[in-house]
């Protein structure tokens, strides 16, 4: 089985700042990573898909990097509805989602 | 707009069952997979099984091979997840999601999710 591995767990920052998580692939899973966004009690909702392509309504701050085992998501300056956990997933074999990522308010 | 709507949850005891269904509704049913993911308090994301567009595939995370099984009526425009010999560690929210992507799977849609308390 593959194993995701995000770092950090937890981030904190300021509306503004510019952020970027980092999730690792226990092996070459191509360019087959998706980043989710999720708030307290809601359902997780799709940010980025095959790495680098940014879903229908996402705003264009969200940015995905990647390939092979070592992904990036970025957000160029945090906006207030951002604060939340961010998960990677890979769908290139049974899917998989890392521990996440909580991104607080500083 | 797409809508994906759970039901069927509640509070079991351990080694009992409960169905899961998913209604959905504003696209095409028949051409997407259909997935399972639940989410234990506090804790992250764990996928749980997939259904084929036709329901002629079927696969499963390894925590619930065996137990669960997931199925789908096309014509009806749900699908559902049958959950036998629960454990305590199947304590989760269940969410129905869609399948996307070329291998269908990641996940573009999701439901509100589901409660499924097993506990004696």
């Known amino acids: 089985d593959i194993q995701m591995t995000q770092s950090p767990s937890s981030l904190s920052a300021s509306v503004g700042d510019r952020v970027t998580i980092t999730c690792r692939a226990s092996?070459?899973?191509?360019?087959?990573l998706n980043w989710y966004q999720q708030k307290p009690g809601k359902a997780p909702k799709l940010l980025i898909y095959?790495?680098?392509s940014l879903q229908s309504g996402v705003p264009s701050r969200f940015s995905g990097s990647g390939s092979g085992t070592d992904f990036t998501l970025t957000i160029s300056s945090l906006q207030p509805e951002d604060f939340a956990t961010y998960y990677c997933?890979?769908?290139?074999?049974?899917?998989?989602f890392g521990q996440g990522t909580k991104l607080e308010i500083k | 707009q797409v809508q994906l709507v759970e039901s069927g949850g509640g509070v079991v005891q351990p080694g009992r069952s409960l169905r899961l269904s998913c209604a959905a509704s504003?696209?095409?049913?028949?051409?997407?997979?259909m997935h399972w993911v639940r989410q234990a308090p506090g804790k992250g994301l764990e996928w749980v099984a997939v259904?084929?567009?036709?329901?002629?595939?079927?696969y499963y995370a390894d925590s619930v091979k065996g137990r669960f099984t997931i199925s789908r009526d096309n014509s009806k425009n749900t699908v559902h997840l049958q959950m036998n010999s629960l454990r305590v560690e199947d304590t989760a929210v269940y969410y129905c999601?869609?399948?996307?992507?070329?291998?269908?799977?990641?996940?573009?849609?999701w439901g509100q999710g589901t409660l499924v308390t097993v506990s004696s």
């Open positions: 095959a790495a680098s």
């Open positions: 997933q890979q769908s290139n074999s049974s899917p998989r």
């Open positions: 092996q070459s899973i191509s360019g087959y």
């Open positions: 999601a869609r399948g996307f992507g070329p291998y269908q799977l990641n996940f573009d849609y």
């Open positions: 504003e696209f095409t049913f028949g051409i997407y997979a």
């Open positions: 259904i084929s567009y036709d329901g002629s595939n079927a």
